[in-house]
C-alpha cells in the first residue's frame, strides 16, 4: 500500500535502489538520449504530465527480478484512477495489470502532478504512463533484439518478456540490467493499436475496493503509528471570533490529557485516547469565551447584497449586447452556497521525529501542502514529507489540507509522537470551504429563422480555486498569534475558467456576449467544488435553451440539435434520447421529462442526460423517476469505472440540486450537521439510473468525473417545468418553490 | 476495566465508562469497519449490529452494553472469504470512496438476517438511516438485492443437501 508504512521509503532510498538501472548504458538509451540533447528548444511538447515529469524512470521501474512499480502523481479518491492507470500501464508493458505495483501521490516518491483535480488525471497521469510505458517497452524490445540477435520487428512481447521467434526469451528483469530508464521521454510513443487492446477498454473491478469491503486498513481515518495520540481543536464559533479567554487548568487535569496547545486564537488538546481528546476539546470549547460580531450579510437580502459588491468584470465572448424589449427574453437565476460534505470529516496524522515533519493526507495535492507547510512551520521544504493516503469521498477542496496543517502544528508542538487528528462534524460543516453562491441573468432574442439570433450571459461569482499553496490558504494559519493572510483571490483565466467555467454557450447563436463579473470579497470561505462554476452555469443555459425552445415551440432536443454541429455532443444527446424514449414520450399526471447537455470545461467529456420527475401535487415535492445519460470522455480505459462516477455524479447533483444550500446568520454558519443542511436519503432514490458510455479508441482521455453536475441540475428543472408549469430558477429546486410557481 | 462483546470474544477495555462503543472499536480494539462520520446518529457510518440490531455505535456508551454482543464488518468475512454481503458489494461494485460502505453493509445485514428476500421498498426504507455522499446509492441497493439472492440461494442448496 502506498506510503502506509511509517518507515516508508524516501526518494533518495529509490534513487540508490533504482541503481542498477542508472548505471549501465546501452545504444538504445545513448540514442534516446542524444535525439533529446541535440535540438531541446525544437522539442514538440511532451504528452500529459511529461511535460514536466520528461524522465521515464520517475513514472515506471523494473527491477532486476522484473518487478515493475509504476508511479503516479495524483491519488485516489474513490473515483478509481488507481484501477484505470494500471490498466494503461498493463496494457503498454503487455504485462498483467495484477502484477504492478502503483505508488500514488507522495513527496518523497511520485512526480509532481499538482492537485488531483479538474478531471485531470486520465489526460495528465494517464497519458504520461501510457507513453512512460510504451517508451520503455520500446526500449527493452530494442535491447532484446541486440541481446538475441533478431530484428526487433520479429519480436514478441507478454507476461514480462520478450520472445524471438525460435522461442529463445530475455525477461524485462534481464534486459532492464542492461539499461537506464534515467533517460528522458520522446514525444512519439509506439502505443499499442486500439484493435490489439488487452486489457484497455475492460471494465476490470477496482483495486480499492477489496479492502474497503472487509475493514482492512486503506484510509488515512484508520492509520495507527506506534505511540500514536490523538488530538481535536476547538475552532472559533465565526470566522472572525477572537478568542477572549480560556482557563484550561481543569482540562490539563483530565484523563489522558497530554497538552493543550493555545496559539493565538488557534486552540486544541492532544490525549492519549482518541475519545479523551474528544472530551477534553468539549470542556475547552465550554470555557472559552469569544467575542464575535455580525460579519456576515443578511441571509433574506444575500443575493442582492453579493450582486451589490464591487466585481472584476471580465468579457469573455465578445458578442455585442443584447439590447432588451421587442422579443427579448431574460431570466436570472441563483445557486446557493453548497458544500462538500464529506461522511467521513477531515483527517490527517503528522510525526515531527529527527527534523523531518511527516504528514499523512487525503489532501488532492501533496506538493502544493508540502509547501504550504513549509512555510507554515518555517521549516525548509526538504524536511517535509506529504504522503497521500485515502479519505472519505473528495469532491474538491474540502477540509483535508487544513486537517493536514492541523496534523503538522500538533506534531510539532508534540515532537517524536505521530499525532491524529480528525475533525468533528459541526467542524466540517463550518469550516470547509463552500462551493461559491452564483448569480446569472440571462437575455436571449429568437431570430425569423426559429434559431437564437442574440445571446447575452453575465455571471456573479467568488473564487472557485483558493487551494493551498501558500500557507494563507490554510485556516488553522489565519488563527495562529503570527497569522497568514490569506492571499486576495484571483479569477481563474479561460479557456477552462472557474465561476465562468461552462458560461460560454456551446451553441451557435447569431451573437454570444458573456460577462463574467468576478467579486474577490468572499463573505463565507469557498474554493474548488466538483465542476466549480459549471454546475450553476450549465443549470442556468441549459435552464433557458428550455425556455426559449418553449417560446419557439420546439423539441427540446430538436432544439438543441438546431444550435450544434460538433459531432461528439450530437451523439451524445441522440443517445441519451433515444436511450430515453425521449420520441414516443407521453407526459401524464404528475410526471414530465427534461433534457440537458454540457461539454465539461467545453473542452472536455460530452455528457447528456433525459431525466424523468414526478411531483407531488400537494407539497409540491420533486422526486427524480428516472435518468437516462450518455457520455463521451474520449477512450474508455474501464467503463464501469465511467459509469460508476457519473451515476455518482448524476445522484450528488441531484441531492445538491433538490435539497441543499448553507444556512447563516449575520454571525455564524447554521448548517452545521445532516438535519440543518439535509442531502439524499435511500427513500428519495430514483427507479433507475442508466448510464451509456460511448467508447472512442485511440482518442485522448478527457476525463470523467465533474460532466454530470450541471446537465443534471437542468434536466431536472426542466421536467419539473414540464410536468407542473413551474420554472424554478433558484437552487434548491425546493417543494415550496416548486409548489408556489406551479402552473398545471 | 469495562468488558464488552465484540465479534465472539469478551474483552476488557480499559477507557472511562461514558466512552461511545465506536471509539473503543477503533481506537482501543483497532478495528477499522466502523467509521466515524458525525458523532449525532445522522449518517450510519458508524453502523454495528447490537444483538441482531443495527446501531449507531457514535451513540452507545461502552457502559450501556453489558453482555450484548457486538458485530463488527470484521465479523462478516475476509478479503479471501468475504461474506455474502460482502461480496455482492464486490459484484455490484458497489463503492466509490467507500468510506459508508461498511455502515451499508452492517445495517444490510441486519435486514438479510430478518428477511431474506425483501422488496426493493423494504430495502430503500431500512437503509435510509445511512448516508453516502459520493452518490453510490443505486449499486448500494443492487448490492443488497444481490445479496439477498446470494443468501437465498445458499439457503436452498444447504436446504437440499
Given at each position: 500500500?502506498?506510503?502506509?508504512?511509517?518507515?516508508?521509503?524516501?526518494?533518495?532510498?529509490?534513487?540508490?535502489?533504482?541503481?542498477?538501472?542508472?548505471?549501465?548504458?546501452?545504444?538504445?538509451?545513448?540514442?534516446?538520449?542524444?535525439?533529446?540533447?541535440?535540438?531541446?528548444?525544437?522539442?514538440?511538447?511532451?504528452?500529459?504530465?511529461?511535460?514536466?515529469?520528461?524522465?521515464?524512470?520517475?513514472?515506471?521501474?523494473?527491477?532486476?527480478?522484473?518487478?515493475?512499480?509504476?508511479?503516479?502523481?495524483?491519488?485516489?479518491?474513490?473515483?478509481?484512477?488507481?484501477?484505470?492507470?494500471?490498466?494503461?500501464?498493463?496494457?503498454?508493458?503487455?504485462?498483467?495489470?495484477?502484477?504492478?505495483?502503483?505508488?500514488?501521490?507522495?513527496?518523497?516518491?511520485?512526480?509532481?502532478?499538482?492537485?488531483?483535480?479538474?478531471?485531470?488525471?486520465?489526460?495528465?497521469?494517464?497519458?504520461?504512463?501510457?507513453?512512460?510505458?510504451?517508451?520503455?517497452?520500446?526500449?527493452?524490445?530494442?535491447?532484446?533484439?541486440?541481446?538475441?540477435?533478431?530484428?526487433?520487428?520479429?519480436?514478441?512481447?507478454?507476461?514480462?518478456?520478450?520472445?524471438?521467434?525460435?522461442?529463445?526469451?530475455?525477461?524485462?528483469?534481464?534486459?532492464?540490467?542492461?539499461?537506464?530508464?534515467?533517460?528522458?521521454?520522446?514525444?512519439?510513443?509506439?502505443?499499442?493499436?486500439?484493435?490489439?487492446?488487452?486489457?484497455?477498454?475492460?471494465?476490470?473491478?477496482?483495486?480499492?475496493?477489496?479492502?474497503?469491503?472487509?475493514?482492512?486498513?486503506?484510509?488515512?481515518?484508520?492509520?495507527?503509528?506506534?505511540?500514536?495520540?490523538?488530538?481535536?481543536?476547538?475552532?472559533?464559533?465565526?470566522?472572525?471570533?477572537?478568542?477572549?479567554?480560556?482557563?484550561?487548568?481543569?482540562?490539563?487535569?483530565?484523563?489522558?490529557?497530554?497538552?493543550?496547545?493555545?496559539?493565538?486564537?488557534?486552540?486544541?488538546?492532544?490525549?492519549?485516547?482518541?475519545?479523551?481528546?474528544?472530551?477534553?476539546?468539549?470542556?475547552?470549547?465550554?470555557?472559552?469565551?469569544?467575542?464575535?460580531?455580525?460579519?456576515?450579510?443578511?441571509?433574506?437580502?444575500?443575493?442582492?447584497?453579493?450582486?451589490?459588491?464591487?466585481?472584476?468584470?471580465?468579457?469573455?465572448?465578445?458578442?455585442?449586447?443584447?439590447?432588451?424589449?421587442?422579443?427579448?427574453?431574460?431570466?436570472?437565476?441563483?445557486?446557493?452556497?453548497?458544500?462538500?460534505?464529506?461522511?467521513?470529516?477531515?483527517?490527517?496524522?503528522?510525526?515531527?521525529?529527527?527534523?523531518?515533519?511527516?504528514?499523512?493526507?487525503?489532501?488532492?495535492?501533496?506538493?502544493?501542502?508540502?509547501?504550504?507547510?513549509?512555510?507554515?512551520?518555517?521549516?525548509?521544504?526538504?524536511?517535509?514529507?506529504?504522503?497521500?493516503?485515502?479519505?472519505?469521498?473528495?469532491?474538491?477542496?474540502?477540509?483535508?489540507?487544513?486537517?493536514?496543517?492541523?496534523?503538522?502544528?500538533?506534531?510539532?508542538?508534540?515532537?517524536?509522537?505521530?499525532?491524529?487528528?480528525?475533525?468533528?462534524?459541526?467542524?466540517?460543516?463550518?469550516?470547509?470551504?463552500?462551493?461559491?453562491?452564483?448569480?446569472?441573468?440571462?437575455r436571449a432574442r429568437l431570430g425569423g429563422n426559429g434559431q437564437i439570433s442574440d445571446w447575452q450571459y453575465d455571471v456573479w461569482s467568488n473564487s472557485h480555486n483558493e487551494r493551498?499553496?501558500?500557507?494563507?490558504?490554510?485556516?488553522?494559519?489565519?488563527?495562529?498569534?503570527?497569522?497568514?493572510?490569506?492571499?486576495?483571490?484571483?479569477?481563474?483565466?479561460?479557456?477552462?475558467?472557474?465561476?465562468?467555467?461552462?458560461?460560454?454557450?456551446?451553441?451557435?447563436?447569431?451573437?454570444?456576449?458573456?460577462?463574467?463579473?468576478?467579486?474577490?470579497?468572499?463573505?463565507?470561505?469557498?474554493?474548488?467544488?466538483?465542476?466549480?462554476?459549471?454546475?450553476?452555469?450549465?443549470?442556468?443555459?441549459?435552464?433557458?435553451?428550455?425556455?426559449?425552445?418553449?417560446?419557439?415551440?420546439?423539441?427540446?432536443?430538436?432544439?438543441?440539435?438546431?444550435?450544434?454541429?460538433?459531432?461528439?455532443?450530437?451523439?451524445?444527446?441522440?443517445?441519451?434520447?433515444?436511450?430515453?424514449?425521449?420520441?414516443?414520450?407521453?407526459?401524464?399526471?404528475?410526471?414530465?421529462?427534461?433534457?440537458?447537455?454540457?461539454?465539461?470545461?467545453?473542452?472536455?467529456?460530452?455528457?447528456?442526460?433525459?431525466?424523468?420527475?414526478?411531483?407531488?401535487?400537494?407539497?409540491?415535492?420533486?422526486?427524480?423517476?428516472?435518468?437516462?445519460?450518455?457520455?463521451?470522455?474520449?477512450?474508455?480505459?474501464?467503463?464501469?469505472?465511467?459509469?460508476?462516477?457519473?451515476?455518482?455524479?448524476?445522484?450528488?447533483?441531484?441531492?445538491?440540486?433538490?435539497?441543499?444550500?448553507?444556512?447563516?446568520?449575520?454571525?455564524?454558519?447554521?448548517?452545521?450537521?445532516?438535519?440543518?443542511?439535509?442531502i439524499l436519503r435511500f427513500q428519495s432514490l430514483p427507479d433507475s439510473v442508466d448510464v451509456h458510455v460511448i467508447n472512442r479508441p485511440g482518442q485522448p482521455y478527457l476525463g470523467?468525473?465533474?460532466?454530470?453536475?450541471?446537465?443534471?441540475?437542468?434536466?431536472?428543472?426542466?421536467?419539473?417545468?414540464?410536468?407542473?408549469?413551474?420554472?424554478?430558477?433558484?437552487?434548491?429546486?425546493?417543494?415550496?418553490?416548486?409548489?408556489?410557481?406551479?402552473?398545471? | 476495566?469495562?468488558?464488552?462483546?465484540?465479534?465472539?470474544?469478551?474483552?476488557?477495555?480499559?477507557?472511562?465508562?461514558?466512552?461511545?462503543?465506536?471509539?473503543?472499536?477503533?481506537?482501543?480494539?483497532?478495528?477499522?469497519?466502523?467509521?466515524?462520520?458525525?458523532?449525532?446518529?445522522?449518517?450510519?457510518?458508524?453502523?454495528?449490529?447490537?444483538?441482531?440490531?443495527?446501531?449507531?455505535?457514535?451513540?452507545?456508551?461502552?457502559?450501556?452494553?453489558?453482555?450484548?454482543?457486538?458485530?463488527?464488518?470484521?465479523?462478516?468475512?475476509?478479503?479471501?472469504?468475504?461474506?455474502?454481503?460482502?461480496?455482492?458489494?464486490?459484484?455490484?461494485?458497489?463503492?466509490?470512496?467507500?468510506?459508508?460502505?461498511?455502515?451499508?453493509?452492517?445495517?444490510?445485514?441486519?435486514?438479510?438476517?430478518?428477511?431474506?428476500?425483501?422488496?426493493?421498498?423494504?430495502?430503500?426504507?431500512?437503509?435510509?438511516?445511512?448516508?453516502?455522499?459520493?452518490?453510490?446509492?443505486?449499486?448500494?441497493?443492487?448490492?443488497?438485492?444481490?445479496?439477498?439472492?446470494?443468501?437465498?440461494?445458499?439457503?436452498?442448496?444447504?436446504?437440499?443437501?
Open positions: 500500500m502506498n506510503g502506509a508504512a511509517p518507515a516508508g521509503v524516501t526518494r533518495r532510498d529509490f534513487l540508490a535502489a533504482g541503481g542498477a538501472l542508472v548505471v549501465s548504458f546501452s545504444l538504445c538509451s545513448r540514442a534516446l538520449t542524444a535525439a533529446a540533447q541535440t535540438k531541446p528548444e525544437a522539442a514538440p511538447a511532451l504528452p500529459g504530465s511529461l511535460k514536466t515529469a520528461p524522465m521515464l524512470d520517475s513514472w515506471i521501474r523494473i527491477a532486476g527480478d522484473g518487478s515493475i512499480t509504476v508511479f503516479t502523481g495524483k491519488a485516489e479518491l474513490g473515483q478509481g484512477i488507481k484501477t484505470a492507470l494500471m490498466q494503461v500501464a498493463a496494457e503498454e508493458l503487455v504485462v498483467d495489470p495484477r502484477a504492478l505495483t502503483l505508488v500514488t501521490a507522495d513527496t518523497g516518491a511520485t512526480p509532481d502532478e499538482r492537485y488531483t483535480a479538474g478531471s485531470q488525471s486520465m489526460q495528465d497521469s494517464a497519458t504520461a504512463i501510457r507513453h512512460a510505458a510504451a517508451q520503455v517497452r520500446a526500449l527493452l524490445v530494442g535491447l532484446a533484439a541486440g541481446k538475441l540477435g533478431v530484428a526487433a520487428e520479429s519480436l514478441t512481447v507478454g507476461s514480462g518478456a520478450v520472445r524471438a521467434p525460435d522461442g529463445r526469451r530475455a525477461t524485462y528483469g534481464e534486459l532492464v540490467a542492461q539499461t537506464n530508464l534515467h533517460v528522458t521521454a520522446q514525444s512519439e510513443s509506439p502505443l499499442r493499436d486500439p484493435a490489439t487492446y488487452a486489457v484497455i477498454g475492460k471494465s476490470l473491478q477496482r483495486v480499492d475496493i477489496p479492502p474497503k469491503l472487509v475493514g482492512v486498513s486503506i484510509y488515512v481515518h484508520d492509520l495507527r503509528l506506534p505511540g500514536m495520540v490523538h488530538a481535536r481543536v476547538v475552532r472559533p464559533p465565526s470566522y472572525g471570533a477572537r478568542l477572549n479567554s480560556v482557563n484550561t487548568t481543569s482540562v490539563q487535569k483530565m484523563r489522558g490529557v497530554l497538552k493543550i496547545v493555545q496559539d493565538g486564537r488557534y486552540l486544541a488538546v492532544i490525549a492519549q485516547h482518541e475519545y479523551q481528546a474528544v472530551t477534553a476539546a468539549r470542556a475547552l470549547a465550554r470555557l472559552a469565551v469569544w467575542d464575535e460580531a455580525p460579519a456576515l450579510p443578511s441571509p433574506d437580502d444575500s443575493y442582492n447584497w453579493f450582486q451589490r459588491l464591487p466585481s472584476q468584470d471580465i468579457v469573455i465572448a465578445e458578442g455585442p449586447p443584447t439590447s432588451a424589449g421587442a422579443g427579448a427574453v431574460e431570466a436570472t437565476y441563483r445557486r446557493p452556497y453548497q458544500i462538500h460534505g464529506s461522511i467521513g470529516p477531515s483527517c490527517a496524522v503528522g510525526r515531527y521525529q529527527d527534523n523531518v515533519l511527516t504528514i499523512w493526507t487525503h489532501s488532492q495535492g501533496v506538493y502544493p501542502l508540502r509547501d504550504a507547510i513549509a512555510e507554515l512551520t518555517k521549516l525548509p521544504a526538504e524536511s517535509v514529507r506529504c504522503v497521500h493516503m485515502e479519505g472519505s469521498g473528495c469532491y474538491g477542496h474540502n477540509g483535508a489540507d487544513d486537517a493536514g496543517a492541523d496534523a503538522a502544528l500538533l506534531a510539532m508542538a508534540l515532537p517524536g509522537r505521530p499525532v491524529r487528528v480528525q475533525w468533528m462534524r459541526e467542524e466540517e460543516h463550518a469550516w470547509e470551504p463552500y462551493g461559491s453562491m452564483m448569480v446569472s441573468t440571462v493551498p499553496g501558500p500557507a494563507g490558504q490554510l485556516a488553522p494559519a489565519w488563527h495562529l498569534a503570527a497569522p497568514f493572510a490569506k492571499p486576495a483571490p484571483k479569477p481563474a483565466p479561460q479557456p477552462t475558467g472557474g465561476g465562468d467555467r461552462n458560461a460560454i454557450p456551446l451553441y451557435r447563436f447569431g451573437n454570444t456576449r458573456v460577462v463574467n463579473h468576478f467579486i474577490a470579497t468572499m463573505p463565507l470561505r469557498v474554493s474548488a467544488l466538483r465542476a466549480l462554476g459549471a454546475y450553476h452555469n450549465v443549470f442556468a443555459i441549459e435552464s433557458f435553451m428550455d425556455e426559449v425552445a418553449g417560446m419557439a415551440k420546439a423539441d427540446p432536443v430538436e432544439f438543441r440539435l438546431r444550435h450544434l454541429e460538433d459531432p461528439r455532443a450530437r451523439d451524445v444527446i441522440r443517445a441519451a434520447a433515444e436511450r430515453f424514449g425521449w420520441a414516443g414520450y407521453q407526459r401524464t399526471g404528475r410526471r414530465g421529462r427534461g433534457f440537458a447537455f454540457a461539454k465539461y470545461k467545453n473542452l472536455a467529456a460530452w455528457f447528456a442526460i433525459a431525466c424523468e420527475v414526478e411531483v407531488d401535487r400537494e407539497s409540491g415535492r420533486p422526486r427524480l423517476v428516472r435518468a437516462v445519460a450518455a457520455i463521451d470522455s474520449g477512450e474508455a480505459v474501464n467503463p464501469d469505472g465511467i459509469r460508476n462516477q457519473t451515476e455518482g455524479g448524476i445522484l450528488q447533483a441531484m441531492s445538491w440540486t433538490l435539497y441543499e444550500a448553507v444556512t447563516f446568520n449575520q454571525t455564524r454558519i447554521t448548517s452545521l450537521d445532516w438535519s440543518t443542511y439535509p470523467t468525473g465533474e460532466a454530470a453536475q450541471g446537465p443534471t441540475a437542468a434536466a431536472l428543472a426542466n421536467a419539473i417545468a414540464n410536468a407542473t408549469g413551474a420554472r424554478v430558477r433558484d437552487l434548491p429546486l425546493t417543494p415550496r418553490r416548486v409548489k408556489g410557481l406551479m402552473r398545471i | 476495566m469495562i468488558s464488552i462483546n465484540v465479534n465472539g470474544r469478551t474483552v476488557q477495555v480499559d477507557a472511562e465508562p461514558d466512552t461511545p462503543l465506536l471509539y473503543v472499536l477503533r481506537d482501543h480494539l483497532e478495528l477499522n469497519g466502523a467509521k466515524f462520520g458525525c458523532g449525532l446518529g445522522q449518517c450510519g457510518s458508524c453502523t454495528v449490529l447490537l444483538e441482531n440490531q443495527p446501531v449507531f455505535s457514535c451513540l452507545i456508551p461502552i457502559s450501556t452494553l453489558g453482555a450484548r454482543r457486538v458485530r463488527t464488518l470484521e465479523s462478516l468475512g475476509t478479503a479471501d472469504k468475504p461474506g455474502p454481503v460482502q461480496r455482492a458489494f464486490l459484484e455490484e461494485q458497489a463503492a466509490q470512496c467507500g468510506y459508508c460502505i461498511p455502515g451499508m453493509i452492517m445495517r444490510a445485514q441486519a435486514l438479510l438476517e430478518r428477511n431474506p428476500s425483501p422488496s426493493r421498498r423494504e430495502i430503500l426504507r431500512h437503509m435510509s438511516p445511512n448516508l453516502c455522499r459520493c452518490g453510490t446509492h443505486m449499486r448500494i441497493v443492487a448490492a443488497v438485492e444481490r445479496a439477498a439472492r446470494l443468501i437465498t440461494a445458499r439457503a436452498k442448496t444447504e436446504a437440499e443437501t
